[in-house]
């Protein structure tokens, strides 16, 4: 069996080299049905929100001490908050609001390595609810449920990076109420609340630009991946991380032909994607991997190893259109899958993935353009109106717990 995948993909990247070569370029097919026909809606005129002006200790202050939050996966807290400043659906009359933003870089708090540290973030989220709660009055008429809050670390408003951790602490209890906008995704989670709008995480635009290549350059690649397969820190045996997904895709596939996969970050990393038939995401239980974006943009079919994944904007990307779904048990089933799939149905996923309002959907350019993923955020606020008379509490009713959570949660900011 494998040397009759093998032989068979071999010929399938044959065949799809000729086709394209044929047409010179992939043509694009139009999105639609229940998620695409809402990819390209316009959300100016559905939608007015308020951005509070707070202190710029809980924003500019941050970036100003560490630029360095620009550039890493989870920098669209900031992007958002700049786009919106100059946004045709800000209002500067916080009556006539549908929504209400709060803007703090929970994430700007960078080890030297680079990576964010969130142990402060429940206090700093704390003490910025606590002061537009005492300084305006809109919180307090619904606790929140009109308001929200881009929370873009690994378990967002869990506000820790280990699973069992951020399980523990939960959501934060002043979060109960609001919309959360967030890159973690994942069912029956409870650091996903109902209602929550999940994201593509931040992978910089301009960098991905630089490296397209001619669109009818053959896809000589079957299955391509770069990344790391084990967490040697946190988690050698690999079970963990990514939940064994990755790991199990080396142990089976790491002699396996079909399969250009390593931990080796080329300098023709980008070029090479777009040589790819498929690009592994092997996620594991979060789509906040850049690998996701960079598939897309790139054309290259996700293989999506995550079970109960939510993915970004799943109400308008057709994620079972353009991807292909690998459960995490049968990842040792990788190339009879994928092999097993006609080029007919490459084509047309290829062909899809080909249409610019895809690829736009899942990025955070500067300046914004219509269709990204600022506007996907936007459409999926308005999406949740009007708002229902409920969620307006009544005189004196009051419904959050201002002191749950974990003891440190509650010192000063």
Request: with cysteine.
């Amino acid at each position: 069996m494998r040397t009759w995948s093998w032989v068979f993909a071999v010929a399938l990247v044959q065949a799809l080299a000729g086709s394209l070569g044929a047409e010179q370029r992939p043509h694009t097919e139009r999105i639609s049905g229940s998620a695409g026909d809402v990819l390209e809606d316009n959300p100016v005129g559905r939608l007015k929100v308020y951005v509070y002006e707070l202190p710029s200790k809980y924003n500019k202050k941050l970036l100003q001490k560490d630029p360095r939050c620009l550039n890493h996966m989870f920098a669209a807290e900031i992007y958002m908050h700049r786009f919106l400043l100059s946004s045709a659906v800000r209002t500067l009359n916080p009556e006539e609001a549908d929504w209400f933003y709060t803007p703090i870089y929970t994430t700007c708090d960078l080890t030297p390595t680079g990576l964010p540290l969130p142990f402060k973030s429940p206090r700093m989220m704390r003490s910025a609810i606590q002061l537009i709660s005492s300084n305006w009055p809109y919180w307090n008429r619904t606790e929140g449920a009109d308001h929200f809050f881009v929370v873009p670390h690994d378990f967002g408003a869990c506000f820790h990076y280990q699973e069992e951790k951020a399980i523990e602490r939960g959501i934060l209890s002043l979060h109960r109420r609001a919309t959360l906008v967030q890159t973690f995704g994942q069912r029956n989670h409870v650091c996903l609340k109902d209602g929550s709008i999940t994201i593509p995480p931040y992978a910089p635009p301009q960098k991905m630009q630089a490296h397209l290549i001619p669109q009818d350059t053959p896809r000589s690649i079957f299955v391509y991946f770069r990344g790391l397969f084990y967490d040697v820190n946190n988690d050698p045996e690999g079970g963990y991380y990514a939940r064994g997904a990755r790991a199990a895709v080396w142990e089976n596939f790491k002699d396996n032909p079909l399969f250009d996969i390593s931990t080796d970050h080329p300098t023709t990393y980008y070029e090479d994607m777009q040589r790819a038939v498929f690009c592994l995401c092997p996620l594991g239980w979060a789509p906040w991997s850049p690998r996701l974006v960079e598939a897309v943009v790139f054309g290259c079919i996700p293989v999506i190893i995550a079970d109960d994944i939510v993915l970004p904007f799943a109400d308008a990307i057709p994620w079972e259109e353009i991807g292909v779904f690998v459960a995490e048990e049968d990842v040792p089933n990788l190339d009879t899958i994928l092999t097993s799939i006609s080029p007919e149905v490459i084509l047309r996923k290829q062909r899809l993935l080909a249409n610019p309002s895809m690829k736009r959907a899942m990025l955070f350019p500067q300046p914004a353009q219509s269709g990204d993923a600022f506007h996907q955020i936007l459409n999926g606020l308005a999406r949740k109106l009007p708002h229902h008379r409920s969620v307006y509490l009544k005189p004196g009713e009051k419904v959050l717990n201002w002191t749950a959570g974990p003891v440190g949660d509650l010192k000063p900011w």
